[in-house]
């Protein structure tokens, strides 16, 4: 267990998860709420602060955290062992900070929050975990050619226009080149994690 209640960024003990954590300055007789807030892919912990600003405000506790890119891209959402591990992981910093009889808040950004939502909410389902509720924020998605492109364009992993404009052709065209895969039946993995996993693997 950790000891005191230091707001910060913080890895878990194995060093394999980054996650901010921040407590409300005033200290209240109430059980605080423990809000988890999961990021969009592409998003840097300075935009999910804005928003944590508000619940601390509100006297509860936050904890952010932004699923890496490669690792949203590079595993299928719908059955990810990484997303498992990481919902585990994430679900450990309540007992780690005594949080455990705490009710908990989830706010889940586009499909980059959601997947690790959807794996964390089985986590607390088995631990009997007190979640009050839960807001999903342009969320879940379907995983279609033009959400795809815009989230490439507004997802700020791309350095400038030029390579996002750059990116969405090639994206275009591996797409069209994994769809006619699947029409001549020669893969039968879902179309946008196959062309994600191909877009990832191109250098930037």
Known sequence: ????????????????IEYNIAFPNASSDETEAVVFLLGWAGAEDRHLAKYS??????????IRYVHPVSKVFGHDPSDSSEHKETARKLLALLDDYDLVE???FVHAFSNGGYFVYRF??????????????AIFDSCPSKLEYLVATRGLL??????????????????????????LKILLGLT?????????ILVYCIPI
């Not at 950790?2 to 878990?12: D, H, I, P, T």
């Not at 964390?120 to 509720?133: I, R, T």
Request: aromatic share 14%; hydrophobic share 40%; charged share 20%.
């Open 1 to 16: 267990m950790l000891s005191g209640r230091s707001s910060g960024k913080y890895q878990s003990e194995n060093d394999d």
């Open 53 to 62: 600003n508000i619940y601390e405000k509100q006297g509860c506790i936050t």
């Open 102 to 104: 705490n009710p908990v």
């Open 120 to 133: 964390l909410a089985d986590e607390f389902q088995k631990n009997e975990v007190n979640v009050v509720g």
């Open 154 to 179: 507004y997802s700020g992993v791309l350095p400038n226009m030029f390579v996002s404009i750059l990116c969405i052709f090639v994206f275009t065209f591996l797409y069209m080149w994994v769809k």
């Open 188 to 196: 039968d993995g879902p179309l946008m994690y196959e062309v994600g």
